[in-house]
T-cell receptor, first 111, second 112 residues
C-alpha cells in the first residue's frame, strides 16, 4: 500500500536557526498537504500543493512539491518559539482514494 | 464559522459501555472524516463520509460504528471497546474529498 515517510522524526533547534522537514512517498501523489499540531492540540491545515515543482511561501515558511510529485519539503527560516509542534505531511493518492499522513517531525525550539 | 466542534472533549468508559462521540460543522462541507491518533503518532484514517454516504471504511473493527445523520453531523458509536482503543479521536471536514481539512479539537478517550 501507499507509504509516506517523513524525516527527521525530531528536530531540536536554537531560536533563529532554520528548520526543514522532508516527506517522501512510495507512489506519485495527486496533492500533498501540510499540517501543524501543537502539543495537546489538533492538526491545523497549513497549505496544499498540487502542481509538479510547485513552491509556495507563507511568511517564514516555504513549501515545495517535487518534480515527480513524490516528495515535498517544508522549510522554516529563523525559527521562533511559536513554531514548536509536530509538522505532518499528508499525501493524496487518487488511485487509492485516500490521503496518508507521514509520521511527522516534532520541532522543539530553544529560546 | 470555520469550526468543527467535537463532544465530549474527554471520555472514560468501561469495556462493556456504549457511548457516542459527536462532531458538528456548519461550513457546508460535504466530506467528513473520523481519525484515531495515538500519542506521538500521526492521525490514522478510520472512516470517510462523502455527501452523507460512507465512502471509506479502513477495516475498522465493528465495535466502532459511524453514522452521518445529516450533512452537518457525524457520530461515532462505541461499544465493547478494548483498552488499546484509548486514543484521541479526531473529526475533520473538507469542502470536497481531501481538500483543505478542518479538524475538531478531538475527544480524548480512555477505555478502562
Amino acid at each position: 500500500g501507499q507509504q509516506v515517510m517523513q524525516i527527521p522524526q525530531y528536530q531540536h533547534v536554537q531560536e533563529g536557526e532554520d528548520f526543514t522537514t522532508y516527506c517522501n512517498s512510495s507512489t506519485t501523489l495527486s496533492n500533498i498537504q501540510w499540517y501543524k499540531q501543537r502539543p495537546g492540540g489538533h492538526p491545523v491545515f497549513l497549505i496544499q500543493l498540487v502542481k509538479s515543482g510547485e513552491v509556495k511561501k507563507q511568511k517564514r515558511l516555504t513549501f515545495q512539491f517535487g518534480e515527480a510529485k513524490k516528495n515535498s519539503s517544508l522549510h522554516i527560516t529563523a525559527t521562533q518559539t511559536t513554531d514548536v509542534g509536530t509538522y505532518f505531511c499528508a499525501g493524496l493518492n487518487t488511485n487509492a482514494g485516500k490521503s496518508t499522513f507521514g509520521d511527522g517531525t516534532t520541532l522543539t525550539v530553544k529560546p | 464559522d470555520t469550526e468543527v466542534t467535537q463532544t465530549p472533549k474527554h471520555l472514560v468508559m468501561g469495556m462493556t459501555n456504549k457511548k457516542s462521540l459527536k462532531c458538528e460543522q456548519h461550513m457546508g462541507h460535504r466530506a467528513m472524516y473520523w481519525y484515531k491518533q495515538k500519542a506521538k503518532k500521526p492521525p490514522e484514517l478510520m472512516f470517510v463520509y462523502s455527501y452523507e454516504k460512507l465512502s471509506i471504511n479502513e477495516s475498522v473493527p465493528s465495535r466502532f460504528s459511524p453514522e452521518c445523520p445529516n450533512s452537518s453531523l457525524l457520530n461515532l458509536h462505541l461499544h465493547a471497546l478494548q483498552p488499546e482503543d484509548s486514543a484521541l479521536y479526531l473529526c475533520a471536514s473538507s469542502q470536497a474529498g481531501y481538500t483543505e481539512a478542518f479538524f475538531g479539537q478531538g475527544t480524548r478517550l480512555t477505555v478502562v
